[in-house]
């Protein structure tokens, strides 16, 4: 995306618009970087960046441009494959990975459970192993997440 607002706009415009917007910020880091924008601008100016360095600048945020288009198409293209999919297990991962990650929470919630009630005194090594798991089931949830809130709008759109 930004490199498109930088092949649309231009470098110098596009550094402009944002030292300015920064230099309205009271943080110093903000000030900093308006600065460092300013500065560009006035190298901009005096010849120091000359207009085909400039350009070649402009030309490369515009292949970056391209480039991003051509992956969000094949992103969009391989979505819309699944949708339309016939085959079985493509139409139904996302019930799939759904089922298996409350399967697996429960799984894991009785075995604390069990550990709690029967096997008290090993309770805080289960706890710390537990803890240690809280970045996979964050991937995973928020997979599950993904999932869930993308076949409500396919539900909402028909």
Do not use: C
Not at 14 to 30: C, F, T
Not at 93 to 119: D, E, K, N
């Amino acid at each position: 995306m930004i490199p498109a607002i930088i092949a649309g706009i231009g470098i110098p415009a596009l550094a402009e618009l944002i030292g300015g917007v920064l230099g309205k910020i009271d943080n110093p880091v903000a000030k900093v970087a308006a600065k460092a924008l300013d500065d560009v601008g006035q190298a901009i100016g005096s010849g120091a960046i000359t207009p085909d360095q400039v350009a070649e600048a402009n030309r490369h945020a515009e292949a970056m441009a391209q480039l991003d288009e051509g992956a969000l198409s094949e992103i969009n293209q391989s979505l819309r494959m699944e949708i339309s999919s016939t085959d079985p297990y493509v139409r139904r991962m996302r019930p799939t990975f759904g089922y298996l990650m409350a399967f697996t929470w429960a799984a894991q919630m009785f075995a604390l459970a069990y550990v709690i009630v029967f096997r008290t005194a090993q309770a805080p090594v289960v706890f710390n192993a537990m803890g240690s798991l809280s970045v996979i089931w964050t991937v995973g949830l928020s997979v599950l997440g993904v999932y869930v809130y993308k076949r409500s709008e396919d539900k909402k759109s028909g």
